[in-house]
């Protein structure tokens, strides 16, 4: 079996709110550098994809000592990021073959919310990865992405599936649910998910068939070892 996971990252910078404002932005630090280190401590390469092979932009926002549990633990997550070699190398999203890895995971942030929500590429390769039952694993805004995915008949491949992701509790109070086009809970439950909300800020993992989902940054770390269980 192959001894690479694909990592599938937004190429935008940016996230563009309901008065046409662009909130700056990107993927998220620990939601990365989390899982890269569980997943290359067990063996694993990490190989990253993202729409055009743009080298993606971490959110600065993520990297402040507020969001790492004080200035240590940012200083870990600015180390994690720079190990990260692969972010340097990305492939381009639309010539990845899903055969090549073991599991497929997509980081969050902001910055799918713009990109990969509607990126047909990416909407296939979620379907094919879904479909083949290798791990599939999805954390915070990057279910945005989910909503990309669609059957010939215009159906979500994900309806019925239990999953999790950033909740409209978060977006408010992180202070821009209502200064967003869309939330992403409200998006996943019409698409037919049974979305499954945990306490705020808390790690919250859902594991539906191969599909692992976190609701959070602190989910990461908790769904990188439900993937690597689902591994074997």
Not at 111 to 122: H, I, R, T
Not at 186 to 203: I, K, M, S
């Amino acid at each position: 079996m192959s001894k690479k996971i694909l990592f599938v990252m937004t190429g935008v910078d940016h996230w563009t709110l309901a008065d046409g404002s662009k909130h700056p932005t990107g993927f998220w630090a620990e939601e990365a550098v989390a899982p890269y280190r569980a997943f290359t401590a067990a063996g694993y390469e990490v190989v990253v994809a993202t729409p055009g092979g743009v080298v993606p932009t971490v959110d600065r926002g993520s990297l402040a000592a507020a969001v790492n549990g004080g200035q240590e633990g940012a200083d870990a997550i600015a180390a994690g990021l720079a190990a990260m070699t692969a972010l340097q190398h990305p492939l381009v999203l639309d010539r990845v073959d899903l055969a090549d890895y073991a599991a497929v995971f997509y980081p969050g942030g902001h910055g799918p919310m713009e990109d990969l929500a509607v990126n047909a590429d990416s909407g296939a390769l979620l379907t094919a990865a879904l479909d083949s039952g290798k791990p599939l694993g999805v954390v915070c805004h990057a279910p945005a992405a989910l909503l990309a995915a669609e059957r010939a008949d215009g159906s979500s491949p994900f309806a019925g599936y239990r999953l999790t992701g950033f909740t409209n509790a978060e977006e408010t109070q992180a202070g821009l649910a209502d200064r967003a086009k869309w939330l992403l809970q409200d998006r996943l439950v019409e698409l037919g998910a049974d979305f499954q909300e945990g306490q705020p800020w808390a790690p919250h993992v859902v594991t539906d068939r191969n599909l692992i989902t976190g609701q959070n940054p602190a989910s990461s770390a908790p769904l990188a070892a439900e993937l690597l269980k689902a591994l074997g």
